[in-house]
């Protein structure tokens, strides 16, 4: 059961690093909304998969 849940917790860890992964892709491929915003808006988005990624959070 411990091995379970050690292998949950590390793709929890794993999907969080791809979807920040995506999310910061996106953020300099982005040619429909360009803006200082729409900037602050993709990092303030991508703060928590950062933390999350890093085991900081």
Same mark, same amino acid.
């Given at each position: 059961m411990i091995?379970?849940?050690g %292998? %949950? $917790?590390q793709l929890y860890f794993v999907m969080s690093a #791809? #979807? *920040? +992964?995506l +999310?910061?892709?996106r953020l300099f491929r982005r040619a429909t909304r360009p803006g200082l915003t729409?900037? %602050?808006v993709y990092a303030y988005a991508? %703060?928590?998969f950062i933390l999350r *990624? +890093? $085991?900081i959070k």
């Open positions: 091995l379970l849940q %292998i %949950i $917790h #791809v #979807v *920040a +992964l +999310l910061f892709t729409y900037d %602050i991508l %703060i928590p *990624a +890093l $085991h």
